[in-house]
């Protein structure tokens, strides 16, 4: 009898831990979209980061879920390329149990301020928050989309972002405890962005940039690469660290992308902006730039093209979704391209853009060909990077293709800025310990493309 009650005991317990393991598993299943539930690793070292990257279809512009708080929750961001620090709106539906506003004249606030250091108050202090705290330090938040700036308060808090070591892989996620950012009001993310997002993820070269955090609190190598998805169904990525043993991509035949890049000298401005030299831009052999600063009427046009000491300074950018041009290049563009394309097929332009067709009528045609004249090094040799069709001509409304080129006008902020279009489907490498960039020719030419490398990031483990 003994040994049967003992039989039904065990029977019971280990049904009742069976049920406990699948109410806890379908609880897990069912828990809000918002929250990574993911344990993250406090011990593991790794040598790249992976931050998965979407396409807003209606902006065109790059975003990310970034894990952020405790509990660990996703938050979209903007990926500016450019920007200086992460920020985020923290008026609304900002909760954490490790939040923490640095005092102004910290340790913090000298890093994210090396220059200057200002205090922040808040005007509605009777209720300390997120963002709202006294005698905090202070920083300027910018959307990039329409150049509003917004004093905001310096915070500290989780972020957990994903190591990877092999293409299609997720690794576990590590964590920064006390990643610095800055809490901004709502205003900034009330115009310009994607819909949903809630701030902007920097990776320029300032001191609290995102690629600046990880490497000092990983140990990695001051690099990070691009791989931008043009379609918004598929996701891209950009690694953390040295990207090259990630480059050997098997999938059927062998895509070497460290024999593909072709590498330009990278100047970065006190600001942590990053411009690359470009010397011509070819258009089916033609050269059509430099153009003398002296053909344009606006005063404002020599300084331009000697900004930097460059004649073709050249903002690389993630927040313009297209490149623009400064008006006396663009406009010698647009006439060089029209003539080498079916001038038959001109139809009225659509803005932003300056020169569209009927898509009917140019669809079979061939774009013509594009080439950048990037300087290899400092000498003057130079090597060629194209720029194919696809990241050319754009869709900009059913019927009506477009040359996706913007001018700029006889003030823009570079004499040319390459933007995300002319990105997408590439890898693009800032190498900050050679202080150079790489691009690679169009993944899609060779039957890739972004989503194929980084299939890892459209499902997590």
Not at 44 to 67: C, E, I, M, R, S
Not at 134 to 155: V, Y
Not at 190 to 201: F, I, S, T, Y
Not at 368 to 379: A, C, G, I, T
Request: proline content about 7%; charged content about 10%.
């Amino acid at each position: 009898m003994a040994s049967n009650s003992t039989n039904l005991i065990i029977t019971y317990l280990s049904f009742s831990i069976l049920f406990s393991i699948c109410v806890s598993a379908t609880s897990s299943h069912h828990s809000s979209p918002n929250s990574h539930h993911q344990q993250p690793s406090t011990t593991y070292k790794p040598n790249l980061l992976v931050l998965p990257v979407h396409h807003d279809q209606a902006t065109g512009l790059p975003w990310a879920y970034v894990h952020k708080r405790t509990p660990l929750t996703q938050v979209p961001l903007l990926l500016d390329l450019n920007g200086n620090h992460m920020w985020i709106n923290c008026q609304t539906h900002y909760t954490s149990s490790t939040y923490q506003a640095p005092l102004c004249h910290s340790t913090q606030c000298s890093r994210a301020n090396p220059n200057t250091q200002t205090c922040h108050t808040c005007v509605d202090s009777t209720l300390p928050k997120p963002g709202c705290h006294n005698n905090t330090c202070a920083l300027m938040s910018t959307n990039p989309i329409t150049q509003q700036i917004a004093m905001s308060e310096l915070a500290q808090d989780v972020l957990a972002i994903h190591a990877t070591n092999s293409p299609a892989r997720l690794g576990p996620m590590v964590t920064v405890p006390q990643f610095l950012f800055s809490c901004a009001p709502s205003s900034l993310v009330q115009k310009g962005l994607p819909n949903n997002v809630e701030g902007v993820v920097g990776l320029g070269h300032g001191p609290i940039s995102l690629p600046n955090q990880l490497a000092s609190q990983f140990g990695l190598q001051h690099q990070f690469a691009l791989c931008l998805s043009r379609n918004p169904t598929s996701t891209g990525a950009v690694l953390f660290g040295d990207p090259h043993n990630f480059f050997s991509y098997n999938n059927n035949n062998k895509l070497d992308l460290s024999r593909d890049l072709v590498y330009t000298p990278l100047t970065i401005t006190p600001q942590g902006e990053y411009y690359i030299d470009i010397s011509s831009i070819r258009i089916n052999g033609r050269s059509i730039f430099p153009v003398s600063p002296s053909s344009s009427s606006s005063s404002s046009s020599s300084s331009l093209y000697a900004q930097n000491g460059m004649i073709g300074a050249t903002l690389i950018s993630t927040t313009a979704p297209y490149m623009v041009l400064h008006h006396t290049i663009f406009e010698t563009f647009r006439q060089v391209f029209a003539k080498q394309f079916p001038t038959q097929g001109q139809v009225n332009a659509v803005g932003p853009f300056g020169l569209c067709y009927d898509s009917k009528r140019v669809n079979n045609a061939k774009a013509p060909s594009v080439e950048m004249l990037l300087k290899v090094d400092q000498s003057r040799n130079e090597v060629a990077w194209s720029i194919s069709g696809e990241n050319l001509m754009v869709q900009a409304r059913p019927g009506v293709t477009c040359l996706g080129i913007v001018d700029g006008g006889t003030s823009p902020r570079a004499a040319i800025t390459i933007g995300t279009r002319q990105l997408e489907e590439k890898m693009v490498v800032f190498d900050l310990v050679k202080s150079r960039v790489g691009f690679s020719s169009s993944l899609r030419s060779r039957g890739r493309s972004c989503s194929d490398l980084f299939g890892f990031a459209n499902s997590q483990p």
